[in-house]
């Protein structure tokens, strides 16, 4: 399975925006860039996923870069709701299982 | 709409106990159903998933067992618990073609202490 790289915490105010940044350097051409979030003591939540081009939904958008071996999730404005641990999550095309890493656990503060 | 229940929330068992989880699903039909384990301050690790009734896979070795015996119904067990076992257990269902799980959603997870 290819692998990603996150920072482990990323610090940001209230009503910023906020660029979590993911790295994947051996994805292959069928894999789906995916993100969750998980808030303290519940399970995770889905957030947004991509192939090639940009997305944008009710909760973030999601910048691919070019080459695909990098993407960045985008928070327009951050929430205290925001805070959490955010997994970005390689998944091949004809696979049906998330495989989890270690995340970028966001503090937002007041 | 689509729920997602698992019972119970907490569970505070002694080491070498039996276990039982679990997880139903309901506003949906032939559903992947997947069982993650989340050890205190660690990532999230898949234990089981499964895409049809009788239809178990394992992702890693242990103690641990699951069972689909109805459609929406995905039983975590264990006949012996060990210390090792203690962790949030959740249970997810996933929806999409059948090949490719592109949005997965979870239950509220229990919190498991083996003592």
């Known amino acids: 399975d290819a692998k990603t790289t996150q920072p482990n915490s990323m610090e940001s105010n209230e009503e910023e925006p906020v660029h979590l940044p993911c790295n994947h350097s051996?994805?292959?051409?069928?894999?789906?860039i995916h993100w969750y979030r998980q808030l303290p003591s519940q399970g995770p939540e889905y957030v947004i996923h991509?192939?090639?081009s940009n997305v944008n939904n009710r909760m973030a958008s999601l910048a691919i870069a070019e080459d695909r071996k990098s993407s960045t999730l985008i928070l327009h404005r951050a929430t205290l709701r925001d805070a959490a641990v955010y997994y970005c999550i390689l998944t091949p095309y004809n696979t049906d299982k998330l495989i989890f890493g270690t995340g970028t656990r966001l503090q937002v503060f007041p | 709409s689509q729920t997602i229940h698992q019972w119970p929330a907490t569970l505070v068992q002694p080491v070498g106990s039996p276990l039982s989880l679990e997880c139903t699903v309901e506003?949906?039909?032939?559903?992947?159903l997947y069982w993650y384990r989340q050890a205190a301050g660690r990532g999230l690790q898949l234990l089981f998933y499964?895409?049809?009734?009788?239809?178990i896979s394992s992702e890693v070795p242990q103690n641990l067992s699951a069972s689909r015996p109805q459609d929406r119904q995905f039983i975590l067990s264990s006949k012996k618990l060990l210390l090792s076992d203690s962790g949030f257990y959740l249970c997810?269902?996933?929806?999409?073609?059948?090949?490719?799980?592109?949005?997965?959603?979870f239950g509220p997870g229990t919190r498991l202490t083996v003592t």
């Open positions: 506003g949906t039909s032939n559903p992947n």
């Open positions: 499964s895409v049809g009734i009788g239809q």
């Open positions: 997810a269902w996933c929806t999409g073609r059948r090949e490719y799980c592109y949005e997965q959603y």
């Open positions: 051996t994805i292959s051409g069928t894999d789906y």
């Open positions: 991509g192939l090639t």
